[in-house]
T-cell receptor
């Protein structure tokens, strides 16, 4: 079993749709959680950190459930520019800050 | 604002050749790492370093060497290139503080081994 697993996708949604991505992790020592965005043939860039209390940044909401070892990302009112691959990342701060990436979920938003 | 700089951006090698991928950061980050990304897959950790003089293996270290003589530089050496090493390579750096922090990535090196 992979240490970080994501919905395989791809997700194809119309503009304005709400879409949710899920991610589970197996290492209970993981302490920090992130969603990264990766555009085609580009480097990953931080979209948002994920906090235990949940956090929101505009149209994006991230949730963390430590008991279930589950992370989610909700995108509301999807835009064409949201089309990208979304990577779930968990970091083990007790292990030199090593980060483990999921394989990513690809989102295509269509007009 | 240079951030993380990787060179070269593209490289074609013949099987058996060796080469070094360069990575430099100007943010004084302690933690640096190398990942490879194969088509349709996430990033897999090759090697990482928590500071100058300290390196360790990641998930897929075979065929690669690293060194960290300075805080700024973290080169990745391919010892004897094989077609299985055809991939996109990303270098990343981050500050290792309480709570975990954002990793900054270089633009990647697209390597083809023929």
């Amino acid at each position: 079993r992979k240490e970080v697993e994501q919905d395989p996708g791809p997700f194809n949604v119309p503009e304005g749709a709400t879409v949710a991505f899920n991610c589970t992790y197996s290492n209970s020592a993981s302490q920090s959680f992130f969603w990264y965005r990766q555009d085609c043939r580009k480097e990953p860039k931080l979209l948002m950190s994920v906090y235990s209390s949940g956090n929101e940044d505009g149209r994006f909401t991230a949730q963390l459930n430590r008991a279930s070892q589950y992370i989610s990302l909700l995108i509301r009112d999807s835009k064409l520019s949201d089309s990208a691959t979304y990577l779930c990342v968990v970091m083990d701060n007790t292990n030199a800050g090593k980060s483990t990436f999921g394989d990513g979920t690809t989102l295509t938003v269509k007009p | 604002n240079a951030g993380v700089t990787q060179t070269p951006k593209f490289q074609v090698l013949k099987t058996g050749q060796s080469m070094t991928l360069q990575c430099a950061q100007d943010m004084n980050h302690e933690y640096m790492s190398w990942y490879r990304q194969d088509p349709g897959m996430g990033l897999r950790l090759i090697h990482y370093s928590v500071g100058a003089g300290i390196t360790d293996q990641g998930e897929v270290p075979n065929g690669y060497n690293v060194s960290r003589s300075t805080t700024e530089d973290f080169p990745l050496r391919l010892l004897s290139a094989a077609p299985s090493q055809t991939s996109v390579y990303f270098c990343a750096s981050s500050y290792v503080g309480g709570g975990g922090t954002e990793a900054f990535f270089g633009q990647g090196t697209r390597l083809t081994v023929v």
